[in-house]
């Protein structure tokens, strides 16, 4: 099994914490797109004919581009890819894109699964985001999406910023896990650099993030999503039971992914690249046939590391005989190294699988990097 991303790098709007590859001028977005194309068919061996379970648009802000563009980058990946019948299909989207026309063309076009950027109903909190929408538009893109026969929406929340309040982060978490949505997305807010967010609080001019206020956050998350029987399967994310995110669940088991436009990664067997990321350049270069990637191979213990990244993440954890099979490190010396985060009450050692405590997720970046090679 394999995933398919495409990288629409549009955005209406430079949101004040985003750090992704965008750019808010579409002057040369047909250029760019028919580039995607171009790059989709010269690329399409490189999954090695593995059948496509999921085919993902991401950004960027996908919704942004005219649907019959969506339509067509589907249809030529049916063309080049054998796609399995149940394949999952998501589109990214804005509130503020999500129309009774839009939605129905996107369906028609094959969207099966659709993630609304939502990150919050609190007004306060969205103008700080720089985000194009309000509380209400919020709502009721749901409410469309949902009428409109969308058989899965996934909504994304931002928690812990210093303009929200634990009372307004439990409206949102009421809200999320009552909407009828079956998939929620929620993520700490960071400060990344080059960020109009970091340009703010490195001033001063802003207040910086709370920890203390995060933890409490994440604590109010799991505490809603047990009462409501959600599957709070990776640190991130969570689903109603038996609606986990394929295409990034993909991710998380290693599986192959071949990634179109610019900035997208694409992973084989051995294999990691990424693409330029640059609009004009990768436009330029994919038209004149000149290389848009650069590549490298994965050793054991890039391999190890990244098993060790993606899956401690989990709900499921680090297999240590999957991990030891490797040949970077051993079972004992994974017990050894894991006894002091046990002892601390950060990881737990179940049927040979070491999962993370709820106070290890709050540290789970700073564990990674203690056991990495």
Not at 155 to 174: E, M, R, T
């Amino acid at each position: 099994m394999a995933g398919l991303y495409f990288h629409i790098p549009y955005c209406r709007k430079v949101c004040s914490y985003c750090n992704f590859h965008f750019s808010t001028n579409t002057s040369g977005m047909n250029a760019l797109l028919d580039a995607m194309e171009l790059e989709l068919k010269n690329e399409q061996h490189f999954l090695l004919a593995s059948p496509l379970q999921s085919i993902y648009f991401g950004g960027g802000t996908p919704s942004l581009i005219p649907a019959i563009r969506i339509q067509q980058f589907l249809k030529l990946a049916a063309i080049y890819f054998s796609i399995e019948k149940d394949a999952e299909i998501t589109l990214e989207a804005n509130p503020e894109d999500i129309t009774l026309s839009n939605v129905k063309a996107w369906i028609q076009a094959g969207i099966n699964r659709i993630s609304i950027g939502i990150q919050s109903l609190d007004a306060e909190d969205l103008k700080h985001m720089h985000r194009n929408h309000n509380a209400q538009q919020a709502i009721d893109s749901v409410a469309l999406a949902l009428g409109a026969g969308f058989p899965s929406v996934n909504v994304d929340l931002i928690f812990g910023s210093p303009w929200l309040s634990d009372a307004a982060w439990q409206k949102n978490l009421d809200w999320a896990l009552g909407c009828g949505a079956d998939h929620l997305s929620a993520y700490a807010l960071t400060v990344e650099p080059k960020t109009f967010l970091h340009k703010k609080t490195s001033k001063g001019e802003w207040p910086g993030t709370d920890e203390t206020k995060q933890t409490a956050h994440y604590k109010m998350l799991t505490e809603a999503a047990d009462k409501e029987g959600w599957d709070f399967y990776e640190i991130s994310n969570l689903s109603k039971p038996g609606h986990r995110a394929v295409h990034n669940s993909n991710y998380w088991k290693n599986l192959p992914y071949l990634g179109i436009g610019p900035s997208a990664h694409s992973f084989a067997g051995s294999t990691r690249r990424w693409n330029v990321a640059d609009n004009k350049k990768y436009t330029e270069n994919m038209t004149a046939g000149i290389t848009i990637h650069e590549s490298e191979i994965l050793s054991a213990a890039d391999k190890c590391n990244e098993y060790l990244l993606t899956n401690l993440r989990t709900v499921e954890g680090v297999n240590m005989a999957h991990w030891a099979s490797f040949g970077v490190k051993s079972i004992t010396k994974m017990t050894t190294e894991a006894e002091d985060f046990t002892t601390r009450g950060l990881v737990a050692i179940q049927n040979g699988n070491i999962k993370l405590t709820f106070e290890g997720r709050m540290l789970a970046d700073w564990i990674t990097a203690e056991w990495m090679v």
